[in-house]
């Protein structure tokens, strides 16, 4: 049901106006119809028609929006609501013509010299229509145009930035309302390039298309020939499709010492924004077509708990549940820095959720345990853990502590507390793993699926609680990621040092991750309740780490090779040359959702699996290393199935020509 806002006086202005504009215009048609006597005639019953037929107005135009439509913001759906009215109070007309005046006219004392079958007749409505139209359209048009030339002012007056947009015009064609509406200040687009053909020749809201991306250095120079320098490029979202070959648009815009800016992604219903380009931003195959009406679905008014809030990926979490409408928010971390900066960066968001955060580490239980308690979440993500890779091949039991036991700890605790959902990160490392950190994180899946199947066992098929876990790879410009290191080195002045020439990974950015993973817990709670509890997000095609150092050192303004060299270290321990996505053993599973999939892999009993888990407990006091690997390698057979390569690589430097 359509839910109407509340009156304020702005509202009962309009609906004056709105009042005003009707009377005018069936005046206005009667006076045009019937001007004379004939007029002079009709008008004791038009104003005995007048007041109850306004009053129909006032009650037609707000059901339609108008009395509730910013005029600031009036638009192609506003003047079609304007016709809708203008035609739903010509059809009243006309009914109240035919079937309720025109069989009383004739003989009353208020219209006693009135001839003719009907009062008003087909011609005076036919003319109410157009003047109605405009009546109601003229002032809202005028007030917006106003508008739209104060903002033109004020961003010459302040000194806005001569600007040249890179995009298609669909693209440019948003910012530009952003401009105009003031959500985006202090630029002056002067011209779109577009690598699209159809948009050549163009005007997008009176701002011309200048030509193609090719095109870019001989418009900027011929600004500059007249006087009129481009201080700025902006470029949207489809000026980094592949097609647009965005490397050679911001290399040669920085080349000719402009300020580079971009539009983030305009999917996700965020008011437009720019920020800087980031490399990152040019690494990456198109991201999936997120369904936001399925992740608001989610969270929105949920209680929602985000273990790790202050890492990479539990920050990012937090932003996007508090995005789509989560009630309250509890962030845990032991990072004290860590927590005030993702609380104070979510407070900045002015968000509706009731945020909080608590210092808590997931190994103490009887913490973990009280939170979440005292919080009765809904939906608890699980993004607490240790992921560096050889840190945890020397300090083994740490990772089991955090991975494994922490993981436990938060699995029982929102079990205990009446959550409806865990969601745990894992990581592609956990398939087949080699490592520490896989091998930890497969134990904690095991863990989490076991879970999830004696609860469906005791439950029919329906568990109170869904306990999944979603593996990706990489995520780029995370803490301890691979881009900001080659990133510092480059501005160091190198070397960037990479491990291995054939060393492969798989990438994607920290908001399509922590969207998918979202969309992977929506899947999960859905009323059919599949039976799978482990998803694997579509990372795309794999990237050569070589490759992404070469083109971060150009995307730089440098040449590999002769400004800066790429010098390989050897693999360290725990690494592999090439991430998999899924086991040999693990049959995959189609979902039907786009950039998920779901993996089937090996189920141990919780039974085997509470004797383990004792057994680590046992030799973690003991600091006992063969006894912890031994009881790892009986849960997880295949680790070190698919060893890495000998370490033992020639080191040296990677000239180009």
């Not at 009215?85 to 004739?106: C, E, G, I, S």
Request: charged share 20%; aromatic share 8%.
């Amino acid at each position: 049901m359509t839910r109407f806002p509340r009156f304020t006086l702005r509202n009962f202005l309009i609906a004056a106006h709105d009042a005003l504009a009707t009377a005018l215009a069936l005046i206005a048609s009667f006076y045009l119809r019937f001007e004379g006597e004939s007029f002079v005639d009709r008008v004791p019953l038009l104003l005995n028609i007048l007041p109850y037929f306004v009053a129909f107005s006032v009650v037609v135009c707000y059901l339609f929006h108008l009395t509730t439509t910013k005029w600031r913001f009036i638009s192609l759906p506003d003047a079609l609501n304007i016709l809708r009215v203008a035609t739903v109070l010509t059809v009243a007309l006309l009914v109240m013509d035919y079937v309720f005046v025109a069989p009383n006219v004739h003989g009353t004392p208020v219209a006693p010299n009135v001839q003719g079958a009907f009062f008003l007749g087909k011609i005076t409505i036919i003319l109410y229509w157009f003047l109605e139209v405009f009546f109601l359209s003229a002032l809202r048009f005028a007030y917006r145009y106003f508008r739209y030339t104060r903002v033109r002012h004020h961003a010459k007056v302040e000194d806005a930035s001569p600007t040249l947009l890179i995009g298609r015009a669909a693209d440019a064609e948003i910012l530009l309302r952003g401009i105009e509406s003031g959500a985006v200040k202090r630029i002056w687009p002067v011209g779109l390039l577009s690598p699209s053909a159809a948009d050549q020749g163009q005007l997008i809201r009176n701002v011309p298309v200048l030509g193609g991306i090719d095109d870019i250095e001989d418009v900027i120079g011929d600004f500059a020939r007249r006087n009129k320098p481009i201080a700025r490029v902006v470029m949207t979202p489809s000026a980094f499709d592949p097609e647009a070959r965005p490397e050679a648009v911001l290399m040669r815009a920085r080349r000719l010492g402009m300020i580079v800016s971009r539009l983030p992604s305009l999917e996700s219903g965020e008011t437009p924004r720019l920020t800087t380009v980031a490399v990152e931003d040019l690494l990456l195959r198109p991201s999936e077509n997120i369904d936001y009406a399925r992740l608001e679905g989610l969270v929105k008014n949920k209680a929602v708990i985000v273990t790790g809030g202050g890492g990479s990926i539990g920050s990012e979490i937090c932003s996007r549940v508090a995005t789509f409408g989560a009630a309250r928010l509890l962030v845990i971390e032991n990072s004290e820095p860590a927590l005030y900066a993702v609380t104070e960066a979510l407070a900045a968001h002015e968000t509706s959720a009731l945020i909080e955060g608590r210092i808590a580490d997931i190994r103490d239980r009887e913490r973990i345990l009280r939170l979440m308690n005292e919080f009765k979440p809904d939906i608890v993500f699980h993004a607490a853990a240790l992921k560096h890779v050889p840190i945890l091949e020397r300090d083994w039991s740490e990772g089991v502590k955090t991975n494994i036991f922490g993981s436990v700890n938060v699995a029982d605790a929102a079990l205990a507390a009446g959550a409806e959902a865990m969601v745990m990160i894992s990581t592609d490392k956990a398939i087949e793993p080699v490592s520490m950190l896989g091998l930890t994180k497969r134990f904690a899946e095991m863990y989490c699926q076991a879970l999830d199947h004696d609860l469906a066992s005791q439950f029919g098929g329906k568990p109170r609680m869904r306990l999944i876990s979603v593996r990706f790879g990489n995520v780029l410009a995370s803490n301890g990621s691979v881009v900001p290191k080659f990133k510092a080195q480059i501005e160091a002045g190198g070397p960037v040092t990479v491990t291995h020439p054939e060393m492969v990974r798989y990438f994607m950015t920290i908001r399509e991750a922590c969207d998918l993973v979202i969309t992977a817990a929506a899947h999960a709670l859905a009323p059919a309740r599949p039976d799978v509890s482990v998803y694997v997000l579509n990372m795309g095609q794999p990237v050569k780490i070589v490759d992404l150092a070469e083109r971060m050192i150009r995307l730089s303004g440098l040449q590999p090779g002769h400004d800066i060299d790429v010098v390989f270290t050897g693999m360290r321990p725990g690494e592999r040359l090439n991430e998999i996505l899924f086991a040999t053993e693990e049959p995959t599973i189609e979902i039907g959702v786009a950039g998920v999939m779901a993996a089937k892999p090996n189920e141990p009993p919780m039974l085997a699996l509470r004797k383990w888990i004792a057994a680590l407990e046992h030799a973690i006091a003991r600091d006992d290393r063969a006894t912890i690997k031994a009881v790892l390698k009986d849960a997880v057979p295949e680790f070190g199935s698919a060893m890495p390569l000998e370490q033992a690589t020639p080191s040296g430097p990677l000239l180009q020509s």
